[in-house]
């Protein structure tokens, strides 16, 4: 599946100048995106982690550097990258259950964090990287919950219906959640503080709106919702209270400048400019890609 969106101007990727006292690592994953014709400049940063075949990989925010992190027998979903880039947790089902792992990206250690009862999916760092955002089911049905990033049974209850909760994503402030929940029969958006308290419906003029992801200015949030026999990347702003479509295409993930969003097309995996309009492939040929994370830094 295509993005089925036209290229209005060619994009290059060239890498950044960074100042020699940064670290080389550093220095790799920053890079700069030139629009040409246009005048625009604009640096991406940090990484990006996405499911391919049933396997978790990370490459750099411009495509480059592809590499498989996980190769097991089982499945593995939903990667989230931690705030710097580091770690990344995923869920993952070599126990026969799914439950919560953590990935070290420098040293490829991995270990489970979470494996309560039920179905543990879907966990985010909070921005600070101390805490996770998850779905949990030990109590009956998926709902919200906030533990340690270290693993334990600390747990704390941010939704309580007889619906299905997922898909949390931190405010940058690391205040508030944004998640997907069908308590009112549609998938729709709700709003929790992550202390635990009162969620507030989010009307964002879709009556299917799942995936949301939280952009680190803290003005916009990117999403799903069904049109057309398929899914499209809709982004909700809180300033003017509209949403417009930006895309075809699922999963979306916002990029450090909340300007770019990270998306998957099916077969590809592209990132659009929510302001310039332009899209473009980053990873293909890997089959099925799905659910990107990009991290903040």
Partial sequence: MNTK??????????????SLALPAAAVAQE??????GGGDRIQLRGKLAFVATKEIYVCNADGSGVRRVTNDSG????????????KLVHTGYR??????YQVDLRSGGRRRLVNAPGTN????????????ALTMSFVGNPEIFVTSAGGGNDARRISKTSGVETSPSWSPDGRQLVF?????????LFVAPSAGGAARA??????????PSWSPDGQKIAFNVRQGGGYAVAVYDFATRKTSIV?????????PDSRHVAYSTGRDLVITDTEGGATTRLVSNLGRISEPSWSRR
Wanted: aromatic share 4%; charged share 20%; hydrophobic share 30%.
């Fill in 5 to 18: 969106r036209p290229l209005t101007r060619r994009l290059s990727l060239l890498l950044a100048l960074a």
């Fill in 31 to 36: 890079k700069e995106l030139v629009i040409e």
């Fill in 75 to 86: 499945l593995n979903v939903s990667p989230a990258l931690s705030p710097d880039g580091s």
């Fill in 95 to 100: 126990s026969g259950y799914a439950d919560i």
């Fill in 121 to 132: 999916s879907g966990a985010v760092f909070s921005p600070d990287g101390s805490q996770l």
């Fill in 180 to 188: 997907s929940s069908d308590s009112g029969g549609r998938p729709q």
């Fill in 202 to 211: 989010l009307d964002v003029g879709h009556r299917h709106c799942t995936e």
């Fill in 247 to 255: 895309g075809r295409g699922e999963d979306p993930s916002w990029g």
